[in-house]
Structure formats: structure tokens, C-alpha cells
T-cell receptor, first 116, second 113 residues
Framework: ETGVTQTPRHLVMGMTNKKSLKCEQH?????MYWYKQSAKKPLELMFV???????ENNSVPSRFSPECPNSSHLFLHLHTLQPEDSALYLC???????????????FGQGTRLTVV | AQKVTQAQTEISVVEKEDVTLDCVYE???????LFWYKQPPSGELVFLIR??????QNEISGRYSWNFQKSTSSFNFTITASQVVDSAVYFC??????????FGAGTRLTVKP
């Protein structure tokens, strides 16, 4: 496999459930990202990991909890979500963290999350 | 502050028409990078092009061309002779300073047969 793979592709969960989104990259990249894409809104950067350390957390509610056990895997743990959290969650990776830099990002196909 | 504005929310054209997607950016940094990504219905964003702030040469790649103008802080994207397969959401993005990449809101392009 190559590229960035996200599972599951679709997820429906109740507000009291606990679930996890998984992202895996086989590109040898050092940085990984979680984005939230809601209808008619810009992509929202949620978390950034560089060399397995979290380097950015953009005021994301604590009901979202990221985990990066190694440079190839990234998780987003979800618990007690709200209906407004329904969105497409995209994972991305880049060779190095792209702060002010030229590195392009490679994206997964996303997980379409619906909170009921 | 970094900001990317894509004023066109949705564009619809008929196949073979040319179409231009606008992107206006804001940054105080003198060194920065601009990107365009395509998001087809499958969901993943696909990298199309990267330009740095010191290279204002326009670029052409097949039916795609990009016009970078620092004087107007714009990085517009033109598709010539559009095809149905070009239907997607297109994102412009900016990377500058100590900030992570910032994306515009995207422009949804529909190409009708």
C-alpha cells in the first residue's frame, strides 16, 4: 500500500458512544495532521504531530483526543460527541511539518462521521 | 495573520469551456508558499501545484495553468477546455512564517457534459 489510508470511511455514532478514527501513512513522512471539513467551511486544522510529538492543538474540544503511537499511525479518539461534530475528518501527512515551508501534504480519503 | 480567500463558492460550466478559479491571500511574510489542491468526490485532497513567493512565473501543465501576481496577492487557477472529470472542490492554500498551512473555503466546480 502507498499513500495515506483512513478507516473507517463512514461512521455513525450516538452521542454517548466512544469510537476511534485511524490513519496510516506509508510514505515515510515525519508529520501528520487531523483536519475537520464541515459543509461550506474552510478546512479546520485540529492537531499536528511532528516526529510523534503533538505540536499544535487548535482549541479543539476535549471530546476529541489524538494519539500518535509512531510516525506511521495517527488516531483520533472520539467520545460524547455532539451532532455539530458531524463532518468529514481528513488525515494528512508531509515529509516534515510544513510551517512556513514548501512541503506539500498528502491526504487520506477521510472518514465521514455522523453523530446522531 | 494568514488568510486565504476563495470568493467563488460554486462554479458551473459546460464541458470545453475555460474556467478560472480565484484565490486571494494575505500574509506579512516575505517568504511564503502557495498551493492548489483538488478534492474529487472520493474525498482525498490531491496536490496540484506549489509556488514560492519569489517565483512569479506563470505555470502551465496540460490544460491547467496558474497565474501568480504578488501585486494583487492573487494565485488564480485556470482550466482550459474543461472536462467532466474536472468536477471537484478546489482549494487554495498558504504556508508562511511560523504558521501551519491555511486553506481557503474551496470552490466547487461542476462541469456539465
Amino acid at each position: 500500500e502507498t499513500g495515506v489510508t483512513q478507516t473507517p470511511r463512514h461512521l455513525v455514532m450516538g452521542m454517548t458512544n466512544k469510537k476511534s478514527l485511524k490513519c496510516e501513512q506509508h510514505l515515510g513522512h515525519n508529520a501528520m495532521y487531523w483536519y475537520k471539513q464541515s459543509a461550506k467551511k474552510p478546512l479546520e486544522l485540529m492537531f499536528v504531530y511532528s516526529l510523534e510529538e503533538r505540536v499544535e492543538n487548535n482549541s479543539v474540544p476535549s471530546r476529541f483526543s489524538p494519539e500518535c503511537p509512531n510516525s506511521s499511525h495517527l488516531f483520533l479518539h472520539l467520545h460524547t460527541l455532539q451532532p455539530e461534530d458531524s463532518a468529514l475528518y481528513l488525515c494528512a501527512s508531509s515529509q516534515d511539518r510544513w510551517v512556513g515551508g514548501s512541503t506539500e501534504a498528502f491526504f487520506g480519503q477521510g472518514t465521514r462521521l455522523t453523530v446522531v | 495573520a494568514q488568510k486565504v480567500t476563495q470568493a467563488q463558492t460554486e462554479i458551473s460550466v459546460v464541458e470545453k469551456e475555460d474556467v478560472t478559479l480565484d484565490c486571494v491571500y494575505e500574509t506579512r511574510d516575505t517568504t511564503y508558499y502557495l498551493f492548489w489542491y483538488k478534492q474529487p468526490p472520493s474525498g482525498e485532497l490531491v496536490f496540484l501545484i506549489r509556488r514560492n513567493s519569489f517565483d512569479e512565473q506563470n505555470e502551465i501543465s496540460g490544460r491547467y495553468s496558474w497565474n501568480f501576481q504578488k501585486s494583487t496577492s492573487s494565485f488564480n487557477f485556470t482550466i482550459t477546455a474543461s472536462q467532466v472529470v474536472d468536477s471537484a472542490v478546489y482549494f487554495c492554500a498558504l504556508s508562511a512564517g511560523n504558521n501551519d498551512m491555511r486553506f481557503g473555503a474551496g470552490t466547487r466546480l461542476t462541469v456539465k457534459p
